[in-house]
């Protein structure tokens, strides 16, 4: 019973406020962005989804806040503080998620608009499903690859093309726990589909809200857990526990411990332990 309370689905359900504040964070943002993009394109007249999908690359620099509450909550079980590790996290992959953005979209943009293309064409021509299941099939490779991408920018420092290649590579590196996130995210995708096209009136703009406030945090709580243990087992072990704060040293406690004249590497003084700078000066001039 006790392990089961530390699997990824019991703790997704006792965590699930935590949870969900971070999910409601990323959405918040993404919903602004998208509602700007559908409007334009609307506004223009190119109702496509290639216009439609152009929130998601600002949407994708708040996705790296989204990726580590859920990995330190449900892959690390390390319930940390939900903003600032959302925020913090927002902060230090900006950069990467800058061309991570162009290609997330790129690959939802062309794809949705593609399997559209060549699922009307099919009607009218029997050809059209050879190209069909051609594109599914690279679509599945790009979609898979990028399940990893932002996982991996958030969980290790690695170069961007590094990035990139390991995404890729994880595609056929771990095949069953990918076959089971594509299985777990098109189950979720039809079913949000489902939900919004059933509804009518006044309760489909209920239905896109709920779908908005909770399809990107229950696709992450879904795929995250079933890739992070093929990541790590090519990638190496996550690092949970985050390195200390170094105690802030006052110039009247270094001074203090000076006038000590202790050789030891650390000392103690007003009730916190610090690192001799007596021994850091005879560490150098040794050097």
Do not use: W
Not at 85 to 94: D, G, S
Not at 161 to 189: E, Q, T
């Amino acid at each position: 019973m006790d392990g089961f309370k530390n699997t990824s689905f019991a703790l997704f359900f006792r965590k699930f406020p935590r949870l969900f504040a971070a999910g409601l964070i990323f959405s918040a943002f993404a919903a602004l962005f998208m509602s700007l993009s559908v409007f334009a394109g609307t506004a223009t007249g190119f109702s496509n989804s290639i216009i439609y999908c152009l929130g998601l690359i600002p949407s994708c620099f708040f996705l790296p806040g989204l990726i580590a509450v859920v990995r330190k909550y449900l892959v690390e079980k390390s319930f940390v503080p939900v903003v600032n590790t959302f925020f913090t996290a927002v902060k230090e992959n900006f950069r990467q998620f800058i061309p991570h953005g162009f290609v997330i979209y790129f690959v939802v943009s062309c794809s949705a608009f593609a399997m559209i293309y060549y699922s009307m064409g099919a009607k009218m021509n029997y050809a059209y499903n050879v190209v069909l299941i051609a594109y599914a099939m690279v679509a599945l490779v790009l979609i898979t690859a990028v399940f990893y991408l932002p996982l991996i920018t958030v969980t290790y420092e690695l170069r961007l093309r590094d990035i990139y290649k390991n995404s890729f590579m994880l595609v056929l590196g771990a095949l069953p726990r990918n076959l089971a996130a594509l299985a777990y995210a098109a189950a979720l995708s039809f079913s949000a589909l489902f939900l919004y096209r059933s509804a009518g009136g006044a309760a489909r703009y209920t239905a896109l809200g709920f779908i908005a406030a909770l399809y990107p945090l229950l696709l992450c709580c879904g795929v995250i857990p079933l890739i992070s243990k093929g990541m790590t087992d090519n990638l190496g072990e996550i690092k949970s526990s985050d390195p200390k704060p170094k105690p802030v040293i006052t110039e009247e406690e270094k001074e203090t411990v000076i006038n000590m004249n202790s050789n030891g590497d650390y000392v103690f003084v007003n009730g916190k332990m610090i690192k001799n700078p007596n021994k850091e000066a005879n560490d150098e001039r040794s050097i």
